[in-house]
């Protein structure tokens, strides 16, 4: 498991990395001052415990430009300010810790965020083929950002090279394949829960920016499933 501390009190860094070795030994563990010192390490890690007030580029800020390249890190935030929670969310943190840290609760949220990296690896593991007019692709499902319905076909949109699919699969045969990690929110999307940046009343915004439309009427049974998967290792109870 490869963990990154990022704390701008040398102290905090010292505490975490302590308390993550004393959880596993194997654990490889980085330390980092800043965000930027994050974001220039180029690296990509299965959990960051980030804190949010820093000198520099505060963590809120690092997390966003992190997940442009690395959606599947687990973050969980540390930090001496309750009302930073919801932003918090926006970049879909998993959880947040309050300073001064206690090793009970510590031990307890890493826990669970081990076992959360484990969940989304094998996710990002997990392939589905998908067959155009005259190809065949085998896409993992962690590049899918969503598919959307075009009369008799559907455009999957994805982070890999060939950019967007189409198919003349179902939407009802697709929600099928992709699992509990994808949510139907509206009749002509299905959205990948692992790329939500953020959401309001009607929308949906990805990690790479583009929006989708939420249907009013399914949105408090949206942010249930969404609050669900961030929390119990992304797999919707919807």
């Not at 010192?37 to 809120?60: H, K, N, P, S, V």
């Not at 918090?88 to 810790?97: E, I, K, T």
């Amino acid at each position: 498991m490869d963990i990154a501390v990022v704390d701008d009190e040398e102290v905090i860094r010292h505490q975490i990395h302590g308390l993550i070795k004393k959880q596993d030994p194997a654990f490889h563990v980085s330390d980092f001052a800043a965000g930027e010192e994050l974001l220039m390490a180029g690296r990509e890690f299965d959990i960051i415990f980030l804190d949010i007030q820093m000198d520099g580029m505060g963590g809120i800020a690092a997390a966003r430009n992190l997940r442009q390249r690395n959606a599947d890190a687990v973050l969980v935030f540390i930090t001496g300010m309750k009302e930073y929670v919801f932003e918090a969310f926006d970049v879909s943190a998993f959880h947040y810790l309050l300073k001064p840290v206690e090793e009970q609760k510590f031990m307890e949220v890493l826990g669970r965020a081990v076992k959360e990296a484990g969940k989304r690896k094998e996710q990002k593991e997990r392939q589905i083929f998908i067959r155009t007019k005259n190809q065949g692709y085998t896409l993992n499902l962690s590049s899918l950002l969503y598919v959307e319905s075009r009369g008799k076909k559907v455009e999957i949109h994805t982070t890999d090279m060939e950019g967007i699919i189409e198919s003349y699969a179902t939407m009802d045969e697709l929600e099928g394949q992709l699992g509990g990690g994808f949510y139907r929110c509206h009749r002509g999307y299905l959205v990948n829960m692992a790329h939500i940046a953020r959401y309001d009343n009607d929308s949906i915004y990805l990690s790479n920016g583009e929006r989708v439309y939420l249907t009013r009427k399914k949105r408090n049974e949206f942010v249930k499933a969404y609050m669900w998967y961030l929390q119990n290792g992304g797999v919707s109870c919807v």
